[in-house]
Every structure is written in structure tokens, then in C-alpha cells.
Nanobody, 124 residues
Framework: QVQLVESGGGLVQAGGSLRLSCGAS????????MAWFRQAPGKEREFVAT????????VYADSVKGRFTISRDNLKNTVYLQMNSLKPEDTAVYYC?????????????????WGQGTQVTVSS
């Protein structure tokens, strides 16, 4: 069983930055692909980024490419999402997720473990 806890959300002005963290416990973190998703009010949960167990093979949604960076520290069992040049349309609850495997996809239904989410609000 894997437990995930996100932190780092908050209120920021457009153009600002935030760094989200997601701490994991249970299982072997370094073997797992980790992902970030987000869900805005009234919208479906959408893929943001994913990263392989070794820290390679980062993949991003087109909407965040060039502005967001996913990274991980396997010694701390933590995955990060550095968000720069934030826009009001980035406002959402951000979730980290893993399927407990090395398999990497952009489909939320393939991830079985989720954190509770952290709110990011970008004001214009």
C-alpha cells in the first residue's frame, strides 16, 4: 500500500511560481513512475506531468510544457512540481499519483494511488 501526501499549494499572482511536493510512503518509491494531475472546478481531472523511477523520461501536457518541471528525490521519497509563469487557467486542485509500477501513462484511470490534493489558485 502506497500513501501520498501533497503540499505546497497556495494563492499566487499570475506570472508567479510555486513548488509542489508529494511525499510517498510504503512500497519501493524508486521503482515507481510518479505523476501529477489537476482538476479545476466543473472539469475532468487532467494529466500534467509524469516522471520515471530514475528521474528520467519526464513527459508534460502541452498546456504546461516549458513552464512546469517535474523532478524527484528518491532518497527523500518525494516528487516535486516546479510551476513557473503561472496563469489563471492553472487554478486547480493538484494531485500526485502512482500506479505502484514503472508503467507511465497519461490516463488517470491507470493510477491506483492518489494523494488528497493541494489547491493552487492563480489570480489575474
Amino acid at each position: 500500500q502506497v500513501q501520498l501526501v501533497e503540499s505546497g499549494g497556495g494563492l499566487v499572482q499570475a506570472g508567479g511560481s510555486l513548488r509542489l511536493s508529494c511525499g510517498a510512503s510504503g512500497g519501493t518509491f524508486s521503482r515507481y513512475t510518479m505523476a501529477w494531475f489537476r482538476q479545476a472546478p466543473g472539469k475532468e481531472r487532467e494529466f500534467v506531468a509524469t516522471i520515471g523511477g530514475s528521474g528520467s523520461n519526464a513527459v508534460y501536457a502541452d498546456s504546461v510544457k516549458g513552464r512546469f518541471t517535474i523532478s524527484r528525490d528518491n532518497l527523500k521519497n518525494t516528487v516535486y512540481l516546479q510551476m513557473n509563469s503561472l496563469k489563471p487557467e492553472d487554478t486547480a486542485v493538484y494531485y500526485c499519483a502512482t500506479g505502484g509500477t514503472a508503467w507511465a501513462t497519461t490516463r488517470s484511470t491507470t493510477y491506483g494511488y492518489w494523494g488528497q490534493g493541494t489547491q493552487v489558485t492563480v489570480s489575474s
